[in-house]
Each structure stands twice: as C-alpha cells, then as structure tokens.
C-alpha cells in the first residue's frame, strides 16, 4: 500500500472574508515524491505551503500529515521545514551555527550537533565554507546552507518556496541536479513551489498545475505536456498551437476539424467526438516540419500540409523557433539541429515553405472554453 505523506482535503484559504486565495484544493502526495505546485504568481502556491507548514490555517478544509490531522498544530510542532526564496540565514552566525541553530535550541549534546551538522555539510557540500558569515557567501552557497539547515532536523517533508528564484539561469540549473541529489539522499517529501514550469518539469515526479487558486491538472510532467486539459495548461506549460473549431467528419481513428484560421485539418481521435461539436487542440511546435520540398505521406498514414511563408526565426543553437505565415494566421514550429547545420537545407525569413504534421500528433483538451486562446 501506498503511504501518503501530506494530504490537503477541500482546503480553501479566504484572506479577509473576502478573497479566495485557494479555492477548494485536494491534493494526496506521496512519502518520499517530488511534488510542484507550479503556477503564474498569485495563484495561490505559497499559501498552499503555508498551511502545510502551520504559517496560515485554512478557511476549510482539512490536512493531514502521515495520517495526523495537523490543523491546529503549531508550525514548530509539525515535522515539515521550510526553505525561503531569500534564504533567511542569520547574518551574525557562521555557517555551521546556521545549520545547528534549531539543534541548539532543541539542547542536543554536542557531539550529536556536530556528527549531524557535518552531514548537512557533506551533504550539500559545502566543505571549506564552515567558518564563513554568511556575506561571505555566493547565492548558491546561502541556498546550500540554508537548505541544510532545514534538513538537519530531520523532517518528515522539506517545503521549498521558489528557492532557486534568486540565482541567475547557469547555475539554477546546477541547484537543480543538486536539490534531485539531494532528495534523492534524504528520501523525504520535497514540496517544491515555482512559476518556471523547466524547473517543476526537470525535477518533478508530480506536478500540480494551478490557476486562480485551484488545481487545474495534476500528474506527472510527461502527462501535463503531452496530454494537457485544457489550453491553461496547454500554453503555460511549453508552447503551443491551438486549433478552434467544429467537427466537420469523422472517419476511424480520426476526424476532420473546420477551423476558424486554418481551413479543414484532421486530427487524432484521442477521445470521442461527433459531427458538429466544438473542439479545441493543441499541437506542440516541435511536430511541426518546416520544408522547402513539398512532404510525400507515407502510404496509410495522415498529414497536414500547409503552404506559408516564414515570418520569423529565432536560431537557439540547438533549434530554431520558426512562426510561418498562412494566409493571416500563424503557426509555431520548433527544429531541433540533430545534424550540422550544413548537411540541413537552412529555412530563412520570407521563404516559401510547406508547414506539415502528422494528424496523429495533435491532443484533444478535453475541457474547453472559459481560457481565451490566441489560434
Ligand atoms: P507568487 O509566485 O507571486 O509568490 P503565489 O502563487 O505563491 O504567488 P500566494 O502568495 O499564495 O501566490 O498568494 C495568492 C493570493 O493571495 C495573492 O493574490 C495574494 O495577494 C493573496 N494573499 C496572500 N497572502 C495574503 C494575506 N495575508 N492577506 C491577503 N491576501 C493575501
């Protein structure tokens, strides 16, 4: 059987018997598992993580830790530390003495202070730095420490309120391997909050994408990429193409689509649909090919093909961004460079091209209306 290490039950947070912060949230994590709450800001995540962490009481509803209702429990009581975007270290102590400060107050032996300090420090290595002041460190290293010092107490869950936010691009992404490291060492609960969907996708084994103070999909990052619910979803999650329309036909595994900017185009039928309903997909850029040559469809197989004009490209290195023009409308199609570029026939702006994509690679949001999308 599974265990279940924080459990949020119709949690919802009203902030001054007015505003719905967390609307009506249910959410089961499991022991161990890397969980994100990812969202745009305002959404709802650190409050989420406050209630967890005994900071904030919900409005209603219920949490449960290892099976303990834990509403009512003062913070310190509770087996769950937090990590701070801004580290929240204590200027006028060293790094060791950050580490030990809750050991310390808790009146452990020395011996024992040390012995466990210096696993924090091996831990997050940061051997070398045990005498400095904190303004002696970089970003990386106070988020080092300070991540030590919530993990020395040995919680049960480590609660991270956008810990990497502060770091610059290069080494974020080091923090990242790092923190999966680390979690992967420690074998707790990790609650991670962030707005950067990279981050929640790199590290994550659950996602939890929220909107507006409700959950809008939950699963594992293969799931809300490739199979998203709804356009929300669709676009803060990576970027893609939308599709509006009505069902003009629908002919075994797939089904003709009216829509309003790119004529008739045949989708995948990931889901049942009939003759005049209004669906919305979604087709991420990188199933779109870009050629100068007109593509030949293998026997058996369906393709889309549209002809446009690159409208811009941006070159990434590794890919290049392309937005081509059909008629009025536009359509996103990302390349990745698996060869040298100079074995590949290079697209520029304003060449004439076929944009084209197998139908099997389109997704059905299954809830449409209610998120404007641009098509
Ligand atoms: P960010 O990524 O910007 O930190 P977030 O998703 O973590 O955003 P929250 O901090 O949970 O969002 O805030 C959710 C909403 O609740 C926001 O609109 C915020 O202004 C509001 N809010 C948070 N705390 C309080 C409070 N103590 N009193 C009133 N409103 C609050």
Redesign the pocket.
């Known amino acids: 059987m599974k265990e279940y290490s924080v459990v949020l039950s119709n949690v919802t947070k009203i902030?001054?018997d007015s505003?719905t912060?967390?609307d009506n949230v249910s959410l089961t994590i499991e022991q161990g598992e890397f969980f994100s709450l990812l969202?745009?800001?305002?959404?709802?995540?650190?409050?989420?993580?406050?209630m967890i962490a005994g900071f904030?009481d919900p409005t209603f509803g219920n949490i449960t830790l290892n099976g303990k209702n834990i509403i009512g429990t003062p913070p310190n009581e509770r087996e769950v530390n937090t990590v701070f975007q801004n580290y929240a270290l204590f200027p006028h102590l060293n790094v060791f003495e950050n580490i030990a400060f809750s050991l310390r107050l808790r009146r452990e032996p020395e011996d024992q202070v040390r012995r466990k300090v210096k696993e924090m420090i091996e831990l997050t290595r940061l051997n070398g730095h045990v005498e400095k002041m904190p303004s002696q460190l970089s970003g990386g290293q106070k988020q080092r420490v300070a991540i030590a010092r919530a993990l020395v107490g040995r919680p049960t869950v480590l609660l991270l309120?956008?810990p990497l936010a502060a770091l610059d691009a290069k080494l974020r992404q080091h923090m990242l391997v790092e923190l999966d490291t680390i979690h992967d060492e420690v074998g707790i609960t990790f609650i991670y909050?962030t707005?950067d969907q990279s981050e929640a996708m790199s590290i994550s084994d659950h996602v939890a994408v929220?909107n507006e103070?409700e959950i809008i999909q939950l699963g594992t990052p293969f799931e809300v990429y490739e199979s998203p619910v709804n356009a929300f979803v669709a676009n803060f999650i990576g970027e893609t193409n939308f599709f509006t329309g009505n069902v003009v036909k629908v002919e075994d595994e797939y089904f003709l689509l009216d829509t309003e900017k790119f004529g008739e185009i045949w989708f995948y039928k990931d889901m049942e649909v009939i003759e005049g309903q209004e669906i919305q997909v979604s087709l991420r850029p990188e199933k779109v090919k870009v050629t100068r040559d007109m593509p030949v469809a293998p026997e058996g197989v369906k393709l889309n093909v549209l002809k446009g004009v690159v409208d811009e490209t941006i070159y990434l290195g590794n890919q290049t961004k392309y937005t081509v023009a059909i008629g009025q409308s536009y359509l996103k199609a990302f390349k990745q460079h698996v060869r040298y570029l100079f074995d590949e026939v290079i697209i520029t702006w304003k060449d004439d091209v076929y944009v084209w994509w197998f139908a099997d690679d389109s997704y059905v949001l299954r809830e449409t209306g209610g998120v404007p999308v641009e098509e």
């Open positions: 902030f001054d505003f912060a967390v969202g745009p800001s305002g959404c709802g995540k650190t409050t989420i993580l406050r904030e309120d956008e909050v707005h929220m103070g």
